[in-house]
């Protein structure tokens, strides 16, 4: 059973940093391309960046794209998600997503921008 645990939210600053960590268990992940995705209190679901199964392309919505970088390190089953130049905008639960024959999505991490 294939599962997806996200980590590394928090409270941060207004131009602040924080890198959140999608970890797997129970399957391999570099066969897979993975997706973050974050959903505001009130608002739907959004996809923010997501990253190939070798980590060779990576695509980014609009309102992330310069500011987060998706990467990934298979021999660790870790997708990382580094963001900067926090706005208050962003916050949002973060997820992160990877379909294999059906879709598959951690419980979120929580990430507060707030002065």
């Known amino acids: 059973q294939l599962q997806l645990v996200e980590s590394g939210g928090g409270l941060v600053q207004p131009g602040g940093s924080l890198r959140l960590s999608c970890a797997t268990s129970?399957?391999?992940?570099?066969?897979?391309?993975v997706g973050w995705f974050r959903q505001a209190p009130g608002k739907e679901r959004e996809p923010l960046a997501c990253?190939?199964?070798?980590?060779?392309?990576?695509n980014y919505a609009d309102s992330v794209k310069g500011r987060f970088t998706i990467a990934r390190d298979n021999a660790k089953n870790t997708v990382y998600l580094q963001m900067n130049s926090l706005k208050p905008e962003d916050t949002a639960v973060y997820y992160c997503?990877?379909?294999?024959?059906?879709?598959?999505w951690g419980k979120g991490t929580l990430v507060t921008v707030s002065s």
């Open positions: 129970g399957r391999a992940l570099h066969d897979y391309g």
């Open positions: 997503h990877l379909r294999a024959g059906i879709d598959y």
């Open positions: 990253i190939s199964s070798s980590g060779a392309t990576t």
